[in-house]
């Protein structure tokens, strides 16, 4: 007599059902404007800060390729990310871009620096306009978002939001959240950092703003935490087949999230996190057995 967990494995060994379970891409689908957000994006902090006169460009389409062809649509960068916005913009044209979702931020205090540098963020890119455009960091916000309000209203914009980082000021973003009419929020949440789950995400679900998750893989460090294990045979059940995909489905499989932003600067590395779109997600009980696993 098989139980749950060796049935579910049996099932998946047979090539039909592998097969239909491994090409069905998860999709935020939230039909928000007629936006539809694959649930994996990048982000561009670290792993995109090189000067693109000085880099092999072709390394960086590459990525981008990969990213593209999987269905990946969102890509997060910021002015603090050094060079990050301009190797975009020397990439960008070279890549096979379907369908570019464009984020960046305003990171500095003042309307007219922000004007300045949100002007010079999308040149960077080599845009002409940009999909969202957060306050980085709750960096003076009071100042810039009623600037993004008008943007948004001009056209130069489609969304607006504000970002925060490492559980810090949740306070102020939860008051933020509360008061102002937001489209998008980004925060970090991930396996080992689940303090987003208290109040963060019960708020964003409850006021129907849409969140991005920020170092889903904590800023690489989970994958050293589990440098030496094994993952659970039962990561089949969800179709992970390495720690990239099982950080990942954690994140997005959490009801009040869009999309999370893993950063690499490796083609592979980048395939692998695109995988995560691939297969089922885990339930709530699973999620918590993932949890379980990961602390022992
Ligand atoms: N306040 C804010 O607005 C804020 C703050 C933090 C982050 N962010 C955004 O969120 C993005 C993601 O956060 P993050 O960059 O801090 O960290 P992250 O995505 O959690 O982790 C990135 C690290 O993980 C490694 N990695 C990626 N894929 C991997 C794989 N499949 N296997 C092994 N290692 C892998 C990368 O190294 P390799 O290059 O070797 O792959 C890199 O060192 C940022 O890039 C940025 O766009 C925003």
Redesign the pocket.
Known sequence: MLNRRQFNQYLLSLPLFSGLVANRVQSANYNFHGVDLPKIG???????DQNPAQVNLGKYVDILNVFFAAGGRMI???P??GAAQQLLGAVLPKADNTDLFAAT?VWIPGKQMGIDQMNQSIKSWGLQHMDLM?V??LLDWETHLPTLRDWRHQGKIKFIGV????GRRHAELLDVMQNEKLDFV???Y?INDREAEHRLLPMAADKGIKVI???????????RRVANKPLPDWAVEIQCV???QFFLKFVISHPAVTCA??????V???R??MQALKGSLPDHAMRQEMVQYFES
């Open positions: 990048m982000g561009t902090w670290i792993t995109f997060d960068s910021s603090m990310y931020k957060f980085h960091n970002t925060t980082s490492h980004q925060f970090t991930n998750i920020n170092r889903p893989f904590q800023t690489g460090g989970l994958f390495n720690w990239a932003i893993p950063a690499t600067s490796q592979e590395h980048m692998e996190n």
